[in-house]
């Protein structure tokens, strides 16, 4: 069966840094691409990030260019979002997605990331 | 930026009756490869999204047939013939085609 299971949310200040993982089995994760999405409180979903399946293409939603970034390590089977520069407008939770037809088709149960002072 | 309007936001529906939530694009989201990359995901409370369609209309694996969806171009839809209670939730289309991906605000559907 497929899973997702990310990690590393948290409580962070404005200005901070946070690194989100996501393990990933049940699947070819070296042939999949991957991507990061978030919900916000009492808001919609919102894409954050996709990537290649070899972590050389990479594509990010505006407002966090610049100062999260994704990363892979396959031998691992796993992904990473690091998040630098965390605004109140970062908290959410975030959920790692395996991509198929430029959308995921499975998600894992999500990581909260709180920007509080 | 492609902006996707869905409506109603809100879809207050009855046991076994039909339901629809429409989702329209600014602008169009045929790819170059010649396939339109919409899909629709369903978020229960509580839970992760799920995705029931993706490429318009094509359901994704143990997603009941009573989901459907259809559209071309701009203007897309999706359909739940008899809704059932297990079908509350947030459901969102998303568009793929265009970078950065985006969804739709989020349609609410509630058991009247």
């Known amino acids: 069966d497929v899973q997702l299971v990310e990690s590393g949310g948290g409580l962070v200040q404005p200005g901070g840094s946070l690194r989100l993982s996501c393990a990933a089995s049940g699947f070819t994760f070296s042939l999949s691409w991957m991507s990061w999405v978030r919900r916000a409180p009492g808001r919609g979903l919102e894409w954050v990030a996709t990537?290649?399946?070899?972590?050389?293409?990479?594509f990010y939603m505006d407002s966090v260019k610049g100062r999260f970034s994704v990363s892979r390590d396959n031998a691992k089977s796993s992904m990473y979002l690091q998040m630098n520069s965390l605004r109140a407008e970062d908290t959410a939770v975030y959920y790692c997605g395996k991509n198929t037809f430029h959308g995921a088709d499975f998600w894992g149960r999500g990581t909260p990331v709180t920007v509080s002072s | 930026d492609v902006v996707l309007t869905q409506s109603p936001l809100s879809l207050p529906v009855t046991l076994g009756q039909p339901a629809s939530i429409s989702c329209r694009s600014s602008q169009s989201l045929v790819h170059n490869d010649g396939n339109t990359y919409l899909s629709w995901f369903q978020q229960r409370p509580g839970q992760s999204p799920r995705r029931l369609i993706y490429?318009?209309?094509n359901r994704d694996s143990g997603v009941p047939d009573r989901f459907s969806g259809s559209g071309s171009g701009t203007d897309f839809t999706l359909k739940i013939s008899r809704v059932e209670a297990d079908d509350v939730g947030v459901y969102y289309c998303m568009q793929g085609t265009h970078w950065q991906w985006t969804f739709g605000q989020g349609t609410k559907v509630e058991i009247k």
């Open positions: 490429k318009v209309s």
């Open positions: 990537f290649s399946e070899d972590g050389s293409d990479k």
